[in-house]
């Protein structure tokens, strides 16, 4: 099993930055690659980024890329996420997932374990 925490969530303007982050604990942390999702009221859960267990490999969402920033302290048992200029289409409540896996993917339903999601509301 492996519980997942995220903190960081909040409100900001447009423009702004918040930096999510998720602490895992119970299994080895570095045998799980690691992603981001998000759900904003009414919408299906999308896939924001993800990250391999050895931090080499990221993957972005075409609406985040080059504005979102994943990366992940295996040492430390955490991953984040950096997110500057932020917009209103961001706000949502964002989930850490983890997968006991090499390879990382796109597909809620591919990863295993879930965090209690983190509020982040961007206003105009």
């Known amino acids: 099993q492996v519980q997942l925490v995220e903190s960081g969530g909040g409100l900001v303007q447009a423009g702004g930055s918040l930096r999510l982050s998720c602490v895992a604990s119970?299994?080895?942390?570095?045998?799980?690659?690691m992603g981001w999702f998000r759900q904003a009221p009414g919408k299906e859960r999308e896939f924001v980024a993800a990250?391999?267990?050895?931090?080499?490999?990221?993957y972005y969402a075409d609406s985040v890329k080059g504005r979102f920033t994943i990366s992940r302290n295996n040492a430390k048992r955490t991953v984040d996420l950096q997110m500057n200029s932020l917009k209103p289409e961001d706000t949502a409540v964002y989930y850490c997932?983890?997968?006991?896996?090499?390879?990382?993917?796109?597909?809620?339903?591919?990863?295993?374990?879930w965090g209690q999601g983190t509020q982040v509301t961007v206003s105009s």
């Open positions: 997932t983890a997968r006991r896996s090499v390879d990382i993917t796109t597909q809620p339903n591919e990863y295993e374990y």
């Open positions: 119970g299994r080895t942390f570095s045998n799980y690659a």
């Open positions: 990250i391999t267990w050895s931090g080499g490999w990221t």
